[in-house]
């Protein structure tokens, strides 16, 4: 059996990111840590957060990883090129995927970025979108309100509504943009909202789709690609609640998640390896 | 001045994936060759196409290219992985890009891929497709008559809608496909012709769309992305026609082609290279 490809998350939102990657690469093993006890990253210092980051990725390199995607925007903002540059093998994560569909999407070069205090303080869009073209103008707004609410699974209703309508104003406000990316991976399962408050001529990216698209490439061009004919057993671990996160997985899967743990990654366990 | 990249083509269809690379890699310098005078290569057997792109290749590695793209699907069915192992910067080609797009579009995993002779026979395709998912049902379909009219600037009206009626009915009596790669550069051109004999519920992929955002990609993985502030000088050149190429050249870029010469690369100046 191949080598799996290891997934991190600040807790649940990168589990659409590990959906795509299932329905993209079907072949593949996936193993999924959410560090859903220390979520959310987002208004955590970054100091933390690449603490926190490395603490996951610690766990998941002993078990023997080809790849790591960093599904948490948050993570990949602070500790993208730290990793790519410490790491025997290839590490993807979700801002470059987001920023290059894009420039590939957008036709005035206007372009949104939502996310969350982290990701929108680090300025990592508008640096990634400006380094491959100049003229791209960005419109950013961080989002707090967000995660919370897509974590009490609050998605749908006059009330969600009216929260996504009043915190996406100031970017309706400036205006002009033709493409808004989704710079958080809890964002997707508040896209009917999104859009409908930003209007249907907006196209949303979500950076889940795209970084599977990547992580795909680069296993090709590293020839890794998977090609078993049995079905991969993926394993899910998670730092909190373990009934809470197995609930949430289960809605989003078609299948139920087999492999679930709950695992100490900040106390001796992490520390020993 | 940073390397240039390599732009490859049995004629004028590759026009279409270096407009898309220009777009969305702006800063990027191109240097385009296509092979005009001996365009189609689609009906021509393998060892030919092979001569004939290892000669292109020769022309391009002179000038110091930093990564090459076959924009030409039969060539990229028959050479891509040759040249990746032969040569010492990096090459992509067509056709993996747009059968990740069309695994990453489809809903359904029935994908239609449309192409020359060459490219359906070799079955570049529905391998690489079938490669990344068992699932996936391909059904594909030969069009010679596309190419040539497209060379001869029918893409609109009666006769042109004609053609694409009756080439692709075999596609359309298989059906129940989501998804249609057009598996040749040429084709992006009569899109709306494809689109209309198809129905608007099938979403067709162009492979230079996708070309152009991986090559952003690999560019980025290697971090060779371009950085200067001034405005990039392309060169064009063609085995073929000089005004004939510069003619379709001129409509198909914003700003007139600056850069443009006739080359042999099959007599004595490919073979002293």
């Known amino acids: 059996m191949g080598q799996p490809i290891g997934v991190i998350d600040s807790g649940v939102g990168g589990l659409t990111v590990a959906r795509e990657l299932m329905r993209q690469l079907p072949k593949e093993r996936f193993i999924y840590l959410g560090d859903t006890k220390r979520c959310p990253y987002g208004p955590r210092p970054e100091q933390e ?54 420039i590939k999407a957008s036709k005035n070069k206007r372009i949104g970025v939502i996310g969350t205090e982290g990701t929108i303080e680090s300025k990592a869009y508008p640096n990634k979108l400006m380094s491959i073209d100049d003229e791209i103008r960005v419109n950013d707004l961080s989002c707090p309100p967000f995660v919370p609410m897509v974590e009490e699974g609050i998605l749908t209703g006059d009330q969600a509504l009216g929260i996504v309508e009043r915190t996406l104003q100031p970017l309706k406000d400036m205006n002009h943009i033709d493409t808004l990316i989704l710079g958080c991976t809890h964002y997707p399962l508040i896209t009917p909202l999104i859009q409908q408050v930003m209007g249907e001529s ?40 373990l009934e809470k996160f197995r609930q949430i997985a289960n809605n989003w899967f078609d299948e139920p998640v087999q492999v679930l743990e709950v695992v100490e990654i900040d106390g001796a366990k992490s520390s020993a390896y």
């Not at 925007?73 to 995927?97: D, H, M, S, Y």
């Not at 196209?203 to 049995?230: C, F, M, P, W």
């Open 49 to 102: 957060v690449r603490a926190f980051t490395w603490q996951m990725v610690r766990f998941l390199l002993a078990k023997d990883i080809k790849m790591l995607v960093i599904a948490c925007n948050t993570a990949t903002a602070f500790t993208l090129r730290e990793l790519q540059r410490e790491l025997p093998i290839p590490v993807i994560g979700v801002i470059e995927p987001g920023a290059r569909a894009a």
């Open 202 to 241: 907006i196209q949303v990216i979500s950076s889940g789709e795209e970084t599977a698209r990547e992580a795909s490439l680069i296993l090709a061009y590293h020839d890794a690609l998977e090609n078993r004919k049995e079905k991969p057993v993926h394993e899910f671990y998670t730092t909190g609640d």
